[in-house]
């Protein structure tokens, strides 16, 4: 299994991005997914979670700007960024809780993706 992330690019403060992680490979089911980031000399923070049953949580700094959502039709999670603010500038990591079969389950991490943003 492999996940893939892309999106992510330079934008101005007040401005959107969206990320996109794509899972591969041999996949019985996807349960949780996550977005993380880490910012410069910061360690990695959980940005959104999306469970199976599309309940999410945020970390307070992006409730009302970010919106995690996934379409499991295609393996994939997104994080909708707007009015983004330069504290936001970091490399975003997506995560997924994967079952490759029925009976186990593993944490598999994507490549991250880099999103800079200008003041």
């Known amino acids: 299994v492999q996940l893939q992330a892309y999106g992510g690019g330079l934008a101005q403060a007040g401005g959107s991005l969206r990320l996109s992680c794509t899972a591969s490979?041999?996949?019985?089911?996807?349960?949780?997914m996550y977005w993380y980031r880490q910012a410069p000399g910061k360690q990695r923070e959980l940005v959104a979670l999306?469970?199976?049953?599309?309940?999410?949580n945020y970390v307070d700094s992006v409730k009302g700007r970010f919106t995690i959502s996934r379409d499991d039709a295609k393996n994939t999670v997104y994080l909708q960024m707007n009015s983004l603010k330069p504290e936001d500038t970091a490399v975003y990591y997506c995560?997924?809780?994967?079952?490759?079969?029925?009976?186990?389950?593993?944490?598999?991490w994507g490549q991250g993706t880099l999103v800079t943003v200008s003041s």
């Open positions: 490979g041999d996949i019985f089911r996807i349960n949780d």
């Open positions: 999306i469970r199976k049953g599309r309940t999410t």
């Open positions: 995560k997924g809780e994967i079952q490759p079969g029925p009976n186990y389950e593993y944490e598999y």
